[in-house]
């Protein structure tokens, strides 16, 4: 099987910054899509930022212009960079990973624990 460890939320003040990371472990065959969700409270998950093996990158219309997702494919890791937050983008972060384990044969979604972000005003 595949885990996601992410690490890097925490507390900033609106117009601060702060840097996810998820890596991946585990059985891992390949890892298709990667990227971020979050669920503020009382709402649904959303996705936040997404990018493929080859870099392609997809953004929610909210933080298109303030956040950037990147990928080290060599690590089985993904980096959401978070600038200019925004008390609005209080909610818990969670990894996400489209993979294949050793074994399967299919891709299955994986998600980590998730990590807290609260922005301030």
């Known amino acids: 099987q595949v885990q996601l460890v992410e690490s890097g939320g925490g507390l900033v003040q609106a117009g601060g910054t702060l840097r996810l990371s998820c890596a991946a472990s585990?059985?891992?065959?390949?890892?298709?899509?990667m990227g971020w969700y979050r669920q503020a409270p009382g709402r649904e998950r959303e996705l936040a930022a997404t990018?493929?093996?080859?870099?392609?990158?997809a953004y929610v219309d909210s933080v298109k212009a303030r956040f950037t997702i990147s990928r080290d494919n060599a690590k089985n890791t993904v980096f959401l960079q978070m600038d200019n937050l925004e008390p609005e983008d209080t909610a818990v972060y969670y990894c996400?990973?489209?993979?294949?384990?050793?074994?399967?044969?299919?891709?299955?979604?994986?998600w980590g624990q998730g990590t807290q972000v609260t922005v301030s005003s």
């Open positions: 990018i493929t093996t080859n870099g392609f990158k």
């Open positions: 996400y990973a489209r993979a294949r384990a050793h074994r399967m044969l299919l891709n299955l979604d994986y």
């Open positions: 585990g059985s891992i065959f390949s890892i298709d899509l």
